[in-house]
T-cell receptor, first 113, second 112 residues
Framework: GAGVSQSPSNKVTEKGKDVELRCDPI?????LYWYRQSLGQGLEFLIY????????KSGLPSDRFSAERTGGSVSTLTIQRTQQEDSAVYLC???????????FGSGTQLSVL | GQQLNQSPQSMFIQEGEDVSMNCTSS?????WLWYKQEPGEGPVLLIA?????ELTSNGRLTAQFGITRKDSFLNISASIPSDVGIYFC????????????FGTGTRLKVLA
């Protein structure tokens, strides 16, 4: 597609369940980012993939959070044993290596009941 | 997680007024970026700044990279209703890492 695609756009889950959020970056973009935006808050960095390098996971809030990027393209963010405080919009972005312009998807609104 | 501090947190202004917002950090940044987020969408890049003191314009928007490299401001002149949204600053802490942290955001509402 022409832009960054995220799915699902909305996800409602029960506390304790696992969820998977998907991101399809712009074709050819080597860098992929996950951010979390809580209600009324800024964007919190979670994880960054760059090419075949080891991802920068320094922003993941707990070991319940993990992410992978298969084949240097699609990425999945997994949250295990969800908690109510995980409720937020999860934004994915991609960019070409060496360029600062991040292209964001529309996000996945996660609600944990 | 680490974030930049933006002020004001929110603004209500009349159409036609000028707007000013700023971003500060305790850390030095090598690149400052300003993004705008509209409801239900991801942020979109408005302006990128690359060196201390740099002043850059994009239409009615003007942004500056502070001399100390720890701050930046964004001005919007003659605001219009479509300027409504959340404005975020972002910075790359270490040059070449392409790891960006974002500010807490300034919510702008324009009254016609």
């Amino acid at each position: 597609g022409a832009g960054v695609s995220q799915s699902p756009s909305n996800k409602v889950t029960e506390k304790g369940k696992d969820v998977e959020l998907r991101c399809d970056p712009i074709s050819g973009h080597t860098a992929l980012y996950w951010y979390r935006q809580s209600l009324g808050q800024g964007l919190e960095f979670l994880i960054y993939f760059q090419g075949n390098s080891a991802p920068d996971k320094s922003g993941l809030p707990s070991d319940r959070f993990s992410a992978e990027r298969t084949g240097g393209s699609v990425s999945t963010l997994t949250i295990q044993r969800t908690q109510q405080e995980d409720s937020a919009v999860y934004l994915c972005a991609s960019s070409l290596l060496g360029l600062e312009k991040l292209f964001f998807g529309s996000g996945t609104q996660l609600s944990v009941l | 997680g680490q974030q930049l501090n933006q002020s004001p947190q929110s603004m209500f202004i009349q159409e036609g007024e000028d707007v000013s917002m700023n971003c500060t950090s305790s850390s030095i940044f090598n690149t400052w970026l300003w993004y705008k987020q509209e409801p239900g969408e991801g942020p979109v890049l408005l302006i990128a700044l690359y060196k201390a003191g740099e002043l850059t314009s994009n239409g009615r928007l003007t942004a500056q990279f502070g001399i100390t490299r720890k701050d930046s401001f964004l001005n919007i002149s003659a605001s219009i209703p479509s300027d409504v949204g959340i404005y975020f600053c972002a910075g790359e802490i270490t040059s070449g890492t392409y790891k960006y942290i974002f500010g807490t955001g300034t919510r702008l509402k324009v009254l016609a």
